[in-house]
């Protein structure tokens, strides 16, 4: 994967047919979602990252919202959010399932991965310098720490739900 991120003056890629294209950004944890979703199922695609400071301007076309990740169709149609992309890559790609077929099970870790966003926010505040945040952080991963099993919050290989929350834990 290739480290340069595009910012404003640059020009927008051709999109290559039958590939899927997805919006990036290397050291983002949501984007990261979307790339491992991706590997895991063994899907094709390219990635283009894009510098989030300094958007190019043909980006906020693609996606108004400007964050990443946004996955891109050939046709020029796009999916932005993470867990919408990962979620229409697990349905849309049937092959490697990675959402539990059980009902129930599947509920408890949609749980589990909206819930996460009780740590994501003191994961920041910790991560830029704010120490009061630290203990709070800790007490919000506990939760999650009660639930691996087998080394996974899936189960015995990494599911869905590993991998929505892997960027801020691993």
Known sequence: MSLKHLGPGTQLPPLQPGKLRLYSMVFCPFAQRSRLVLAAKNIPYEVVNIKLKVKPEWYLGINPSGMVPCLQFDDGRAIPESLIVSEYLDNAYPDNKLKPSDPYTNAVH????????????????FLFGDQSA???LLKSLEYY?????????????????DYMVWPWII
Not at 145 to 159: M, Q, R, S, T, V
């Open 145 to 161: 720490e009660k639930k691996f099993e087998n080394n996974y919050l899936g189960g015995d290989k990494p599911a869905f739900v």
């Open 110 to 125: 949609s749980v589990m991965i909206d819930s996460f966003g009780k740590v994501i926010t003191p994961f920041y505040k």
């Open 134 to 136: 630290g203990e709070h």
